[in-house]
Structures are given as structure tokens and as C-alpha cells.
């Protein structure tokens, strides 16, 4: 037999509807099969959807599936889903654990419902990928990428979900990308990353930081609006890097050139006992709340109800 289960849109990295990075959210999940998990995934449609589960190893379980496949973190949908669990009372403010399949993680809800994700600590590696091919896979001349890349080389760099980061010299540079997926995606598996997130340090707003692009076509997602995975990966990369001269929290722009402006704040201080793991942290809006009839797992298809 059928069953409903509660289904959302939730904006995060945002304050205003209709902007930022859309995931969904599954608040109860419980007893849902991978192949059910897949197909709700895939009729929502989101970049990302995240599946909230019990769990005794810490305050809650987290999955996250795209429309293709399953990843192991998403930094908006973990924002979505524990914004999502507090505006609708379930949680309070305060500091919570959540379990994801790349370990167990800290998350904070602050009083005004910001969401902070502590992720995994840093792994910042250089790769062999050369100026001109990641300006050809961007649709850029050279030139784009070395007049900063001489300061700031092309690394790998993951806090939980590794991307290829490629700086870019301007903002008009970074507006004119015009990506080749499949060079891209080639990149990526040369050099073990999910995505590449070009940025620039000339940005829309005096108090941010940098924009960012991010371009994941191996998760199936030609460019994702706002990307907290990336945004941690990014601002340890530049800490190691020596390339911050501001306190933090940084403020990270991305998602206008999709008409999905958002912010995501990023915190790469040390913390007490010396740790270097960084902290995402965003608003989150929830745009559309609804039910879904979930089919048993021998059908096909998932009926809007």
C-alpha cells in the first residue's frame, strides 16, 4: 500500500524565497528504501535532497541524494533540513550532532536560525592540471587564470566532499565562463574531485569575500547556485594558503549568474584545542511544503499528492 510522506523545498544560504541553493527535505524518512530514498530524490528535482533518520550514534541522521545518485555530504541541504527542524519547533537553538556517511559532524542552530556546519578537517593538496586546460574547460582565455595563479596555484581540496579549486582573475572573467562539461568532469576524475568551484576575489558586495561558481556535472549538476561543501573546501585552501588578511566569519557570494543570489558565511578560525576543521553557516527559507505518495518499491512511479 501507498504511503504519504511530508515533502520541502527549503532555500538555504538565503533570507528571501525563490533565491539561494533549493534542497529537499524528507524530515521523516524512516523505513524508506534506497530505491524509494532515489526515486523521491529524482521527482523533486533539487540539486540535493536531504533524508532525515533516526539514528543512535548522534542527534540525527542525515543521506542526501541528487536525482542520480547518492553523495556522502551537501553543505545547503544539511542548512535546509536542521533550518527546517527548527522553524517548525522541533529543534531549539543550540549545538547538535548530525551523522552523514563521511562521519559524525557538529551542527549549531544560532537564535536567529542561522545554521552552522562544522565539516571535516581540511586535506589541500596542488594537482597537475595546467593553466590552459582549466581555462579551456571554463571557456576562458588563459590569461583569466594566471594573472592570479602565479599566488594562488590550482589545488584539490576537500573538508568532506573534494573540489578542484581554480582561481580566476575578475569578476567580468568569472561572469564570461562558458563550461565544457565533459572537460570539465574529465578534470575532475584526473584528479579525484566532484566538482571544480572557480572564484574570484572581486565580488558584488564590499563585505564579501569572494564569488564563486561551482560546476559538479559528475553529480549531474552543470552548476550548482550556492555551495557550502565547496565554500569550507575553499576557505581552508585559502587560510593554507596565506591569502586572508580579514577575521572571520568570510563571506562567500555565489549563485547570481542562475538568478539564485546567496551568501554562505565561512569560519576557518582555530578552535580551542587547535582544531582547523571549518564551519558553513547560512539562513534557510522554506518555499514549498507538501505531501508526496510515496509507491511500494516494486513501482515505478511517485505520485504528487
Known amino acids: ?26 524530515p521523516e524518512a524512516a523505513d524508506l528504501t534506497d530505491d524509494q530514498l532515489a526515486a523521491i530524490a529524482s521527482e523533486v528535482g533539487a540539486s ?15 543521506r542526501y541524494f541528487t ?15 536542521f533550518a527546517s527542524l527548527y522553524d517548525r519547533a522541533i529543534l ?36 597537475d592540471v595546467s593553466l590552459a586546460d582549466a581555462a579551456a574547460a571554463l571557456g576562458l582565455d588563459e590569461s583569466a587564470l594566471s594573472e592570479v595563479g602565479e599566488d594562488l596555484p590550482i589545488a584539490r581540496a576537500s573538508t568532506g566532499f573534494p573540489f578542484l579549486i581554480v582561481p580566476v582573475g575578475y569578476f567580468q ?13 574529465d578534470l575532475c ?31 549531474g549538476i552543470s552548476e550548482d547556485p550556492v555551495t557550502g ?40 578560525r582555530q578552535g580551542e584545542e587547535g582544531e582547523t576543521a571549518p564551519r558553513v553557516g547560512g539562513r534557510a527559507v522554506t518555499t514549498l511544503d507538501g505531501d508526496l505518495t510515496i509507491p511500494e518499491d516494486d513501482e515505478d512511479d511517485i505520485i504528487e499528492a
Not at 174 to 182: E, F, K, N, T
Request: aromatic share 6%; proline share 6%; charged share 25%.
Open 1 to 26: 500500500m501507498s504511503e504519504n510522506r511530508r515533502v520541502q523545498i527549503v532555500d538555504a544560504f538565503t533570507d528571501e524565497p525563490m533565491a539561494g541553493n533549493p534542497a529537499g527535505v524528507v
Open 48 to 62: 540535493e535532497t536531504a533524508f532525515v533518520l533516526p539514528t543512535e550514534a548522534a542527534d540525527r541522521k542525515l
Open 67 to 81: 536525482p542520480e545518485r547518492e553523495v556522502d555530504l551537501c553543505g545547503h541541504a544539511t542548512v535546509a533540513a
Open 92 to 127: 531549539k537553538s543550540g549545538d547538535y550532532t548530525v551523522e552523514t556517511n563521511v562521519g559524525t559532524l557538529d551542527v549549531t542552530i544560532d537564535a536567529d536560525g542561522t545554521v552552522w556546519l562544522t565539516q571535516s578537517p581540511p586535506e589541500i593538496r596542488t594537482v
Open 173 to 185: 572573467q568569472l561572469s564570461a565562463i562558458d563550461p565544457d562539461l565533459d572537460a570539465i568532469e
Open 189 to 219: 576524475e584526473e584528479t579525484e574531485t566532484e566538482g571544480l568551484y572557480a572564484f574570484t576575489f572581486d565580488t558584488l558586495e564590499s563585505d564579501a569575500t569572494l564569488h564563486g561558481r561551482a560546476f559538479v556535472p559528475l553529480a
Open 229 to 268: 561543501t565547496a565554500s569550507g573546501a575553499v576557505g581552508s585552501y585559502l587560510r593554507y594558503q596565506g591569502a586572508l588578511d580579514t577575521d572571520d566569519p568570510l563571506v562567500f557570494e555565489q549563485g547570481h549568474f542562475l538568478d539564485r543570489p546567496g551568501r554562505v558565511l565561512v569560519d576557518t
